[in-house]
């Protein structure tokens, strides 16, 4: 498994309101990772992998990982 940097880091992620952390647990998403691989691949807890989630769900008003996903990829957070 390869990270790949977060797609978008100029103003349209910033007003998006997602931190540099949301990104890249967005981006693992849209790679079909679980919470406990997101949070093997970035050294986080799983507990954080879930509280970065749902921070996320919140700031893209999504109602599931998959729209959270289809979500950052209409708003150019992920290409």
């Known amino acids: 498994m390869t990270l790949r940097p977060a797609a978008v880091t100029g103003a349209h992620a910033v007003t998006m309101g997602l931190t540099p952390r949301e ?3 967005l981006q693992l998403m849209s790679d079909g990772l679980s919470n406990r691989e997101i949070g093997r ?3 986080l807890a799983e507990d954080t992998v879930k509280t970065h989630t749902r ?3 919140a700031k893209l008003s999504a109602s ?3 729209h ?3 979500i950052g990829f209409r708003k150019g957070v992920l290409r």
């Open 23 to 25: 990104r890249e647990v």
């Open 41 to 43: 691949a970035l050294f």
């Open 55 to 57: 921070r996320l769900y």
């Open 64 to 66: 599931d990982r998959a």
């Open 68 to 70: 959270a996903v289809a």
